[in-house]
């Protein structure tokens, strides 16, 4: 089993829709982020947590919210989805020693 | 401005040959890191070396070795003996801060690599 695991892996959705990517880890880790890919741009920081009960915005925060419901859990949430969110959406971990473990990403379209 | 420069949006490479990615970097922090990763066609993101900015040599992890110019602020990733499953996108990608500012990696646009047979 992966260490980090999101689910849907592949999601299409319409405008306007609320949706939410989950992601699980059993790295044991309390830092843990959600970045989003678009092509040509590489990875982008959407949201991060050093705890639970420690939730900071990243670079691209707007139009997106987070849970930590658990030290081994994060959420992403759409509140309302637009198609210029379509794009692909990793959750990763991180240890102390600075080695970040991505899960294998959620592909969300937004028509 | 960028904080992470990859001028090459792609490039062939023959198969056994070695190719050098590059990655230019812009940051006012003495403390920061540098991360490279390969992402093939399945899209997971695979970390395949690390150097500091502290670190005295040049980071090595097998077929895979960092060209770190820290006066120049590039950090080249150079594969050795090029094999056909190379064929991916990579990342450069920076933290800024030590370890424990956290990783909030900024990632490079990337370069596709295509090894040719």
């Known amino acids: 089993d992966a260490d980090v695991t999101q689910t849907p892996r592949n999601r299409i959705t319409k405008t306007g829709k609320r949706i939410m990517l989950e992601c699980s880890q059993t790295?044991?880790?309390?830092?843990m982020y959600w970045y989003r890919q678009d092509p040509g741009l590489g990875l982008r920081l959407i949201y991060y947590s050093f705890d639970v009960k420690d939730i900071n915005k990243g670079e691209i925060s707007d139009g997106y919210s987070v849970s930590r419901q658990a030290q081994a859990k994060f959420s992403l949430s759409l509140e309302s989805a637009i198609p210029n969110q379509t794009a692909l959406y990793f959750c990763?971990?991180?240890?102390?020693?600075?080695?970040?473990?991505f899960g294998e990403g959620s592909r969300l379209t937004v028509l | 401005a960028q904080k992470i420069t990859q001028t090459q949006p792609g490039m062939f490479v023959q198969e056994k040959e070695a190719v050098t990615l590059d990655c230019t970097y812009d940051t006012s922090d003495p403390s920061y890191g540098l991360f490279w990763y390969k992402q093939p066609s399945s899209g997971e993101m695979i970390f395949l070396i690390y150097q500091g900015s502290y670190d005295q040599q040049n980071a090595t992890e097998g077929r895979y070795s960092l060209n770190f110019q820290k006066a120049r602020k590039s950090a080249n990733l150079v594969i050795s003996a090029s094999q056909l499953g190379d064929s991916a996108m990579y990342f450069c990608?920076?933290?800024?801060?030590?370890?424990?500012?956290?990783?909030?990696?900024?990632f490079g646009g990337g370069t596709r690599v295509l090894v040719k047979p």
């Open positions: 990763a971990t991180s240890d102390l020693k600075g080695k970040l473990f």
């Open positions: 990608a920076m933290r800024e801060g030590g370890r424990a500012a956290g990783n909030k990696l900024t």
């Open positions: 790295k044991g880790h309390d830092r």
